[in-house]
């Protein structure tokens, strides 16, 4: 059968989505097991139950086995499986290059999936009553034709077909906002890959679709391949006028781009060079459409802005909330379409006016309603044109509020994310509305640089079932963030600016509200207070929650994605040490060590005792070097002077240099003892 399809106008972004949203489905007959189709390998495929034991090596699989409901069937996965949040839980196997078979092979799987880097996972396990399953992702169509495959497995084809829905929708509005703008206008974009050297995408990568269908031109290279290289004349010729890549791309981009002659390109020259996560510019996923609607706000700007909306302004859904506090009248989340994107704002109306007090707004008194209302992505650098009182009030017109009685905050983290905390001791509650998100601007106070604002990345509104006074709210504020810091610092949040040294203290752009509320007077909120510590235990709770549900960091999490929030990169370092080994073999050798839990442990010790050292709370680090020694010889088997001293990053904490100094030691040393 045909996946239906809605009425586009007749351009060129419309019939490039149209042409990659017709695709053939099996028949209906094919929605039972036993479940038959040939991989991308040409392997054929039969499962014939619903697989109880998945293990996936490719992120993009990962996000549709949850999307369609297979998620609970999931018991492995890689350290770069960093969504949805669920997945920083599960066991990890190693990294999407280099796997380790034994962690594989020890999960016992029934079905594995693969992609075509994986080829010694398929060889190792050749023969094992296990299914391997690899996919084509390298095409939109692909993308959807992943998602029917996966859907049939795990009999879940509504699910599936829901999400090639909502996928597709995202891109029609998309091309139909793209439409607007002429053929003879789009940018040239260029998406930036490398390290040593400025690489890009070939021809018919799925990149460069992204980039069309965001509205932009890419280059036509004549390459094909996931990678290809630039020349200095073809960087020249086509002339970028916007850059894009992932977060890992950042620090070589500074670096190549800053040459004669690669820096004369318009896109370097007006400051036009944009980073997205490595999630959604690296991968097609359940987030393609969402990530190419981000990508053309950027592209097209205001030229994408211009001819009004496609989409009328309205609600769209609201989803209520019981936050049984006998003064609130109704609370809601309120989904509104604004400017063509869904807005959603948590919304708490009262019985009567109150007092509020805002770290945004100040101190206000009849106030009916407060809330939280998070942007999309897509509106930000509108809003940011606008200013906040403008969009403020354009919010406030759609969602039927006025600000004379209405206190909000605005934040860009999403309320489905929404974390509620309710904390009671005897007759007194305290509720705390929390949202959250830490991967682009956390900061630590008094070490870090305010350079910018941003409303609202960590929002707290707090209620209680107390009537709190002026000054009981104001001492709520500092228990909150007290509480809040001690959130961060307990799951080991690291400063977006110099995490390799600091822990965060709050996002730089944190608010909160606090409601005067209704019942027992309160004067007193602070540390040594039954309201205070409720406030605290509310918060920290919240924040945590809010945090994993936002960013998918969890209370507990491995040693990989530790050293990836300090952007500390296990290949990078492999590449940058002099140890005599290749650097693919050396980075695929640290990452099956730290699989170990010893060799784990050894490093998240170093992490902790580097905050501490930092910080001068410890001084000498002779007990740490013989420790370091000892883990050295332990994983080469020879005395440790024996072995050289590793070369690494410069720009590493001392206590950190010396733990992967002295792992990476060891497995140079062991490498050399192998070899004939």
């Known amino acids: 059968m045909k996946r239906p399809m809605k009425s586009f106008a007749s351009n060129a972004a419309a019939a490039f989505l149209l042409s990659l949203l017709f695709l053939s489905a099996p028949p209906a007959s094919a929605w039972s097991y036993p479940v038959r189709f040939e991989d991308a390998d040409h392997r054929p495929v039969a499962i014939t139950a ?45 990294g999407f290059f280099s796997p380790s078979v034994d962690h594989i092979r020890a999960l016992e799987p029934d079905v594995i999936f693969v992609s075509d880097l994986h080829q010694e996972v398929v060889a190792a396990l050749e023969g094992r009553p296990v299914q391997i399953i690899r996919l084509r992702l390298d095409a ?29 929708r995202s891109l029609e509005l998309t091309a139909r906002k793209a439409d607007r703008v002429p053929a003879s206008s789009r940018p040239r974009v260029i998406r930036f890959m490398g390290r040593d050297s400025v690489m890009t995408p070939g021809d018919g990568a799925f990149q460069n679709e992204m980039i069309r269908a965001a509205g932009g031109t890419p280059p036509t290279l004549g390459k094909s391949g996931k990678t290809v290289p630039v020349a200095l004349a073809e960087w020249k010729a086509f ?12 620090d070589a981009a500074e670096q190549l781009l800053n040459r004669p002659g690669w820096k004369d390109v318009d896109a370097v020259k007006n400051g036009r060079i944009f980073y997205f ?50 003064w609130v009248a109704s609370a809601e989340v309120l989904d509104t379409r604004l400017y063509d994107y869904v807005h959603k704002t948590l919304l708490v109306r009262f019985t009567r006016p109150m007092a509020v007090t805002s770290t945004l707004e100040g101190f206000r008194e009849k106030i009916r309603a407060v809330g939280n ?9 509108r809003y940011h044109r606008m200013g906040l009182a403008a969009s403020r009030e354009r919010l406030m017109s759609v969602i039927g509020r006025k600000i004379e009685d209405t206190s909000l905050l605005f934040t860009g983290a999403d309320m489905d994310n929404l974390s509620i905390q309710r904390k009671s001791f005897q007759a007194m509650t305290v509720v705390a509305l929390v949202t959250a998100g830490v991967k682009s601007n956390a900061v630590r106070m008094s070490r870090d640089t305010g350079a910018y604002y941003e409303p609202g990345t960590i929002n ?47 996002t730089g752009t944190d608010n909160i509200i606090v409601v005067e509320g209704e019942g027992t007077p309160i004067d007193n909120a602070g540390g040594h ?79 902790a005792v580097s905050d501490q050292y930092e910080s001068g709370l410890i001084s000498d680090l002779s007990a740490f070097q013989a420790w370091c020694s000892q883990i050295t010889q332990e994983i080469a088997k020879v005395p440790p002077a024996d072995t050289p001293a590793a070369a690494l990053d410069a720009d590493l904490p001392r206590v950190v240099d010396m733990a992967l100094g002295a792992i990476l030691n060891g497995l140079a040393a062991k490498h050399r003892q192998e070899q004939p």
Not at 558 to 576: E, K, M, P, T, V
């Open 373 to 381: 209302s998070y942007s999309p992505p897509q509106c930000w650098e």
């Open 277 to 326: 996560p490595c999630d959604l510019t690296c991968r097609l996923s359940t987030r393609t459409g969402y990530f190419v609607s981000c990508l053309s706000s950027r592209i097209l700007g205001e030229a994408g802005e211009d001819g009004g909306t496609v989409l009328p302004d309205g609600t769209v859904e609201s989803r209520a909330l019981d936050l049984k506090l006998p």
């Open 140 to 168: 939109f169509s692909d993308l959807f034709d992943a998602i029917d495959r996966i859907g049939r497995i795990f009999q879940a084809e509504d699910r599936a077909a829901a999400l090639s829905d909502d996928i597709t």
């Open 239 to 250: 002339n970028p006028e916007i850059i894009y890549g992932c977060g890992g791309d950042r």
């Open 529 to 607: 207070s039954k309201m205070g510590e409720l406030i605290a235990d509310a918060v920290y709770a919240g924040v945590q929650e809010a945090v994993f549900n936002q960013n998918g960091i969890p209370e507990r999490r491995n040693i990989f994605q530790r050293l990836g929030d300090r952007r500390i990169s296990l290949f990078g370092l492999a590449g940058a040490c002099d140890c005599g080994m290749q650097q693919s073999d050396l980075g695929a050798a640290l990452e099956r060590l730290l699989l170990d839990e010893r060799y784990a442990g050894f490093l998240e010790a170093a992490l």
């Open 50 to 94: 619903r697989p109880r034991r998945v293990v996936s090596l490719v992120p993009s699989v990962t996000e549709i086995l949850f999307a369609v409901g297979g998620g609970d069937a999931v018991c492995g996965v890689t350290h770069h499986d960093n969504y949805p949040p669920e997945a920083s839980r599960i066991p990890t196997v190693g």
């Open 460 to 506: 707290m509104i707090l209620m209680s079932n107390m009537r709190l006074s002026p000054r009981a709210m104001n001492r709520a504020v500092i228990s909150a963030t007290e509480a809040k810091t001690a959130a961060l610092w307990d799951v080991d949040i690291r400063s977006s600016q110099t995490g390799r040294i600091h822990p965060a203290t709050g």
